[in-house]
């Protein structure tokens, strides 16, 4: 008899065990969904802040997208115009050395022919450099 009780006192034991244990898991289950919240409220918070700052991004390139451009459009009018002014100006300045050298009077003697080629020599000087904006600034667009 002693030996019916103490196996019905452990099978008895048993089924209390598997319920508490139960209990934990539902409880764990219930701290673990908690957590799941909180992490995926944490996340969707960045997400937010990924949208607004990648939406600000966007806006700030496309600013710096056009003035790129413009920059670009800009050098490149002004390259094409100074190779054609100095195309022009080694013309006008060869007839004026050329009558000068016929009247025999030096070219820097006659008005606005000194001007005209210090302003033409630094347009050339700057054609280099600019050159070299016009070519970083393709590459970017």
Do not use: C, H
Not at 15 to 38: F, H, T
């Amino acid at each position: 008899m002693k030996q019916v009780q103490k196996v019905w006192a452990e099978l008895s034991a048993k089924p209390q065990e598997v319920e508490l244990s139960e209990e934990k898991v539902e409880l764990n289950a219930v701290g673990d969904l908690k957590e799941l919240i909180s992490d995926a409220k944490r996340i969707i918070s960045l997400q937010e802040d990924g949208f607004k700052w990648g939406e600000k991004a966007e806006a700030q390139f496309k600013e710096v997208m056009k003035v790129v451009s413009d920059a670009e459009g800009i050098t490149r009018g002004a390259i094409r115009q100074a190779g054609n002014l100095k195309t022009e100006s080694d013309k006008i300045l060869n007839k004026i050395e050329v009558s000068a050298k016929e009247l025999g009077i030096n070219p820097n003697d006659i008005d606005g022919y000194s001007q005209a080629f210090k302003l033409i020599s630094e347009m050339f000087e700057n054609q280099n450099a600019l050159n070299g904006w016009n070519e970083m600034l393709k590459k970017m667009l």
